[in-house]
């Protein structure tokens, strides 16, 4: 799903989970769609804050449980740093919720990907 930054595209993100959640893990626990929609909401924010222009959300099955795709046009992975009254929790949140995480360099950017277990 292509979203362009504009205000208002973190919520179309999370509607977008919501609706493959609903698709493709009915049967997941309670808890695990609240850290899908956490970690989504965690990457998505990171795109629009730190790289300029749209981003793609991409929701994928893997065995087990579901992967999480945010690409964006920023070539500069994401990175820890002490939390304060503007942010610096989501990295370690995507973290500690995402059984792998991984960001692959592209030729425009990069793509962050997180995979989540049931």
């Given at each position: 799903?292509?979203?362009?930054?504009?205000?208002?595209?973190?919520?179309?993100?999370?509607?977008?989970?919501?609706?493959?959640?609903?698709?493709?893990?009915?049967?997941?626990?309670?808890?695990?769609?609240?850290?899908?929609?956490?970690?989504?909401?965690?990457?998505?924010?990171?795109?629009?804050?730190?790289?300029?222009?749209?981003?793609?959300?991409?929701?994928g099955?893997?065995?087990?449980?579901?992967?999480?795709?945010?690409?964006?046009?920023?070539?500069?992975?994401?990175?820890?740093?002490?939390?304060?009254?503007?942010?610096?929790?989501?990295?370690?949140?995507?973290?500690?919720?995402?059984?792998?995480v991984?960001?692959?360099?592209?030729?425009?950017?990069?793509?962050?990907?997180?995979?989540?277990?049931?």
């Amino acid at each position: 799903m292509d979203f362009g930054g504009a205000p208002g595209c973190i919520a179309e993100a999370r509607e977008a989970a919501v609706a493959f959640l609903h698709q493709h893990s009915r049967a997941a626990g309670r808890t695990f769609h609240d850290d899908v929609l956490l970690v989504v909401s965690e990457l998505v924010s990171n795109a629009v804050r730190h790289a300029p222009g749209p981003f793609v959300l991409e929701l994928g099955l893997v065995p087990g449980g579901i992967e999480i795709a945010v690409r964006d046009t920023s070539s500069r992975p994401p990175r820890s740093r002490t939390p304060d009254r503007t942010g610096g929790r989501g990295w370690s949140i995507v973290q500690t919720l995402a059984r792998r995480v991984r960001v692959v360099p592209r030729h425009d950017g990069k793509s962050v990907h997180a995979e989540l277990l049931w």
